[in-house]
């Protein structure tokens, strides 16, 4: 992925982080099947250290933090970072890039990386999964989550903020052919159709991946 391509991701969001905030901040609360997730997550990362990677305005981390979890935030978009800085005071929240992660190798129990990859073109998956892989610790559990389909958005306004960036939809059975070609081993792909007035209308996918001990 170009160093052009990532600069206008980090624009946008730039751009598009109060709006986005005052949308998604509270998202949660509306999505048991989501709470569901996280909350078993959080069970199985106590103890360790974990980053919400793509974290937006840290909703993520919040729900995570509050159950019990060590948790710190990451996105592309200084705007976002300061979001959730402003919203979750006692959460820590960094810049960096998912594709080239300032992480130790195998530091984290856990990394939750929701709908952190939509912008990311299928070519650069590799090496966002390779970069989660390496920062997990042997048995550290990845709780990936994204919008199904096989189509490419391209949005040219969001919440009345003009954007040039893509949206990718993503084929659950690709993305779990790709985490295994990573090195995860994939323990369970779950979808759900989508919340009624509660978030854009596609079909979502989780998956829980472990980096294996040997």
């Known amino acids: 992925m170009s160093d052009d391509a990532i600069r206008i991701i980090r624009e946008d969001y730039d751009r598009l982080a109060e709006e986005y905030t005052r949308h998604i901040a509270d998202e949660l609360q509306h999505k048991p099947l989501d709470q569901q997730l996280l909350n078993r997550f959080a069970d199985d990362v106590k103890g360790g250290e974990t980053c919400d990677l793509g974290c937006g305005p840290g ?7 509050e159950r019990g979890a060590k948790v710190f935030g990451l996105d592309l978009s200084p705007a976002m970072v300061a979001q959730a800085r402003r919203l979750n005071p006692a959460i820590s929240f960094r810049e960096g890039n998912m594709l080239a992660l300032k992480i130790s190798d195998g ?15 299928k070519e650069s998956l590799p090496r966002a999964f390779a970069e989660m892989l390496r920062i997990l610790q042997p048995g550290g559990l990845l709780l990936l989550a994204f919008h199904i389909g ?16 893509d949206f990718f939809l993503l084929n659950p059975a690709d993305i779990r052919k790709r985490l295994e070609g990573a090195g995860f081993v994939v323990e369970e792909v779950i979808e759900r159709e989508p919340y009624p007035d509660v978030e854009y209308q596609s079909r979502r996918a989780y998956i829980f991946a472990r ?3 040997s």
Request: net charge neutral; glycine share 8%.
């Open 211 to 213: 980096k294996s001990f």
């Open 150 to 165: 096989d189509e490419v958005l391209q949005e040219g306004e969001v919440w009345g903020k003009k954007i040039s960036m």
């Open 59 to 65: 909703h993520v981390a919040r729900y995570l933090h």
């Open 107 to 121: 530091s984290l129990a856990g990394v939750a990386a929701f709908y952190a990859i939509v912008n990311l073109p």
